[in-house]
């Protein structure tokens, strides 16, 4: 298989994962914070209208619980950096398709992606300096 379509495979599958690593940090992130924000909300609601109080500290252990997870998940972070690196590798497509492209070029932006993208999930760039 020749360079140029070898690296154009592995830039697609790349990008794919990142799609659907996106994809499920989204769902993960969002259903956290506003599970817990519906659960909190439940939980008051129930406690005004009856005298029930097993059903509203059940919800309000949940809502802490997802509070936690959130915050100590980095949902929104991975999220994001999935979302950013799929980007970048649609762009890295984009070039690779020109029938000039520049191979060592390509290759080199896909490895500082791919280096970027693991730092930013761990938690370990400042993504603001680029």
């Known amino acids: 298989m020749p360079e140029k379509e070898s690296l154009k495979n ?34 008051g609601a129930i406690l005004q209208a009856s005298d029930n109080q097993t059903l509203p500290s059940i919800l309000t252990s949940i809502s802490a619980v997802l509070t936690g997870i959130a ?27 020109c029938d000039d492209a520049d191979i060592k070029l390509i290759r080199d932006q896909y490895k500082s992606a791919i280096e970027k993208h693991d730092a930013e999930v761990v938690g370990g760039s400042n993504t603001d300096k680029s």
């Open 10 to 43: 592995s830039i697609e599958h790349w990008r794919n994962q990142r799609n659907n690593a996106q994809k499920l940090w989204s769902f993960v992130h969002h259903l956290s914070l506003f599970g817990s924000i519906v659960s909190s909300v439940a939980a």
């Open 71 to 97: 915050v100590s998940g980095g949902f929104e972070r991975k999220w994001r950096s999935n979302r950013l690196s799929r980007s970048t590798a649609d762009r890295l497509l984009i070039d690779i398709d």
